[in-house]
């Protein structure tokens, strides 16, 4: 059964920094491309960054230059380094992981808070 747990949201100060772990059960990150999405309250659910199979990294516009994505194999987890935390990135953040067309797994999402 494959599992993405998400850990690391939480409340924090505008200018501040969290980071978000994904840890993967059953599957290897490094064979899928490995995503973080955010859903905000009555938005759309977006990609804010990805890491490919091979290593190649992408993030959103929104958050280029505050936000990093990376992968720690040994441990099977994919993290998202936020910094510079503005109040827009509020939302519930999700790990995700896609093989090609054929598989999609989502983790339950973890809320992260940016507020003074």
């Known amino acids: 059964q494959v599992q993405l747990v998400e850990s690391g949201g939480g409340l924090v100060q505008p200018g501040g920094s969290l980071r978000l772990s994904c840890a993967a059960s059953?599957?290897?990150?490094?064979?899928?491309?490995m995503g973080w999405y955010r859903q905000a309250p009555g938005k759309q659910r977006e990609l804010v960054a990805a890491?490919?199979?091979?290593?190649?990294?992408n993030v959103a516009d929104s958050v280029k230059g505050r936000f990093s994505i990376s992968r720690d194999s040994a441990k099977n987890t994919v993290y998202l380094q936020m910094n510079s935390l503005k109040p827009e990135d509020t939302a519930v953040y999700y790990c995700n992981a896609k093989l090609l067309l054929v598989r999609d797994y989502w983790g339950q999402g973890t809320q992260v808070t940016v507020s003074s």
């Open positions: 890491i490919t199979s091979g290593g190649t990294t």
């Open positions: 059953s599957i290897s990150i490094t064979i899928y491309t």
